[in-house]
């Protein structure tokens, strides 16, 4: 089953298919250029003949088909379905790659796409069950990643939860900014 979204609210679910009929290598031309793809998940932006519900689409309607790899294979050939398979495993949002996931000790950073219309990325920092970041970036932007790795190395979780409120306020990129001018003005 596909599900649908569209950037007006309307949800919905189908089982008509926007890759049925495509080869492995057309398919993997859709996945490339695809609004998101994360964990073996594809959201594919399609035209508004896809638009859920009882609502008619506007001009300003954006239209995301939510696929598994299942569904993105299916129909396909063993060696087609493993391509297509395959390429669902390697993330990114409007084309910018995400991150691998890096954990330290009990503290896991990992990027994902973020649940929203606008091409952006979701970071989240977590340690055990706890949520120490959430902040969500838009696309394109400069892998924060490592930068939160550091602020861990050197203020600890309680150096990423005060990140976590600044963020909040300003943005990860302009809080994470912050913290730099105020490392360098104490070296």
């Known amino acids: 089953m596909i599900t649908l979204s569209c950037s007006c609210g309307s949800a919905g679910t189908t089982r008509r298919h926007p890759m049925r009929g495509l080869s492995a290598d057309e398919r993997a031309a859709l996945i490339r250029d695809a609004f998101s793809v994360s964990g073996g998940f594809l959201a594919l932006e399609v035209d508004a003949s896809w638009h859920p519900g009882s609502v008619e689409p506007t001009e300003s309607c954006v239209v995301l088909a939510d696929l598994d790899s299942l569904d993105a294979s299916a129909g396909l050939d063993a060696d087609g379905a493993k391509a297509i398979r395959d390429l669902l495993e390697i993330g990114h949002v409007g084309g910018q790659p995400l991150p691998a996931p890096v954990e330290v000790g009990s503290v896991r950073f990992r990027v994902a796409p973020a649940d929203e219309f606008g091409p952006a990325m979701s970071y ?55 913290l730099g001018r105020e490392r360098a003005a104490v070296a």
């Open 124 to 178: 989240l920092v977590t340690d055990g069950t706890e949520t120490l970041l959430e902040a969500t970036v838009p696309v394109p932007h400069d892998d924060l990643l490592p930068a939160l790795v550091a602020v861990h190395s050197e203020r600890g979780v309680p150096g990423l939860t005060a990140l976590d409120a600044l963020a909040a306020r300003f943005g990860l990129a302009t809080a994470l900014a912050h």
